[in-house]
């Protein structure tokens, strides 16, 4: 549905060439779900304006549903961008129209009939049925959300923009804009194209992740094994922030040294995967390795309805050991990650 091919996007600032996005090139089938994520500054949201041309690219072909945007004349643009719908993080409604008014603006030129009939029909799929007469001024901000959706779905999109949607958002809040866009692409099969720079929203959602740092992607691929392996410094650090795994790393630069290392205990994260989160690994390399282990951090959680974690444990019993258990872990699809050792 989208193919983005060597796309990179520069600005003039003076008499700086800033480049927001460099060389992104990306492939995203139709009726999925696809999270661009990257830290503020990345060039996520540049790369997302990119894909309907708000942003002309300064190099590279953008295609969507099959057409080439970047070779098409600006009435032909036109035309194309009504397929691609956009959501935005403040919601970017009308105050002086009702919700039914800002549903029914991209309709216009339809008849009366057409316009209630679509309207009423969208703000039933977003659960604001009856806000129809209300203003946004009298709205929360969840609400206001999903009007923004039911208009952006008013022109039968093929591809929904989702632009940091959900940041201004309350967790709980956040949860059922999430669950509504995921209604959307069951229902509707709406290709969406989510915007973050939470890692929360990714595993709540997509069924694909690009992570994006200084202009570039750097790791992509499907949301379960970019969470279970990730390769890219910055993918580790989205990774780790929803966990508490991130606190390792503060626990042993405590001056008050919470964690002590013997010699030749080794502290070790374990990575498990969606086979061998039932199995009780830590008793068995205990028992058959003679390792005294202790268990400091552990974090289990579902990803596309698959469970993966792992644990943070110091090991003892001596390096021969220690490798022996390494082995058998990696074996039963434990990923061993070495963090130090006494």
Do not use: W
């Not at 203003?135 to 999903?146: D, F, I, N």
């Not at 021969?320 to 390494?326: C, F, L, R």
């Amino acid at each position: 549905m989208i193919q983005l091919e060597h796309v990179s996007k520069q600005f003039e600032a003076g008499k700086q060439t800033v480049e927001a996005v460099k060389d992104v090139s990306l492939h995203i089938e139709k009726g999925t779900i696809a999270g661009i994520i990257g830290f503020s500054g990345a060039g996520k949201s540049t790369l997302a304006r990119c894909i309907n041309l708000l942003e002309r690219p300064t190099e590279g072909k953008v295609t969507v549903g099959g057409a080439e945007l970047t070779a098409l004349s600006e009435r032909q643009l036109r035309e194309k961008r009504k397929k691609i719908g956009m959501i935005f993080q403040h919601f970017n409604l009308f105050a002086s129209r009702t919700v039914y008014g800002n549903v029914a603006y991209p309709l216009k030129g339809r008849s009366k009939g057409e316009i209630d009939q679509k309207v009423r029909s969208l703000l039933e799929l977003v659960g604001l049925s009856d806000k129809a007469e209300a203003y946004p001024s009298q709205l929360s901000g969840g609400q206001k959300q999903r009007v923004a959706i039911a208009r952006a779905l008013a022109s039968n999109p093929e591809v929904l923009l989702s632009d940091e949607a959900t940041s201004a958002l309350d967790p709980e809040t956040t949860r059922s804009i999430l669950r509504l866009l995921k209604e959307v692409n069951r229902t509707l099969g709406v290709t969406i194209v989510i915007i973050t720079h939470e890692m929360g929203v990714i595993k709540e959602i997509c069924d694909q992740v690009y992570v994006m740092e200084g202009g570039r992607v750097v790791e992509s691929g499907d949301v379960f094994q970019v969470f279970a392996s990730p390769r890219a410094a910055v993918t580790r650090r989205f990774v780790d922030s929803t966990s508490n795994f991130s606190r390792i790393q503060e626990l042993l630069d405590d001056p008050a040294h919470p964690i002590r290392l013997n010699p030749g205990d080794y502290l070790l994260r374990l990575n498990y995967l969606e086979r061998s989160t039932s199995e009780a690994l830590i008793s068995n390399i205990s028992r058959r390795f003679e390792l005294d282990v202790n268990i400091l951090l552990g974090s289990i959680e579902l990803i596309d309805g698959n469970p993966l974690g792992g644990l943070v444990v110091v090991a003892g019993g001596g390096h021969d050991k220690i490798t022996a258990a390494v082995a058998y872990l990696s074996k039963r699809n434990v990923l061993v990650e070495v963090i130090s050792h006494g």
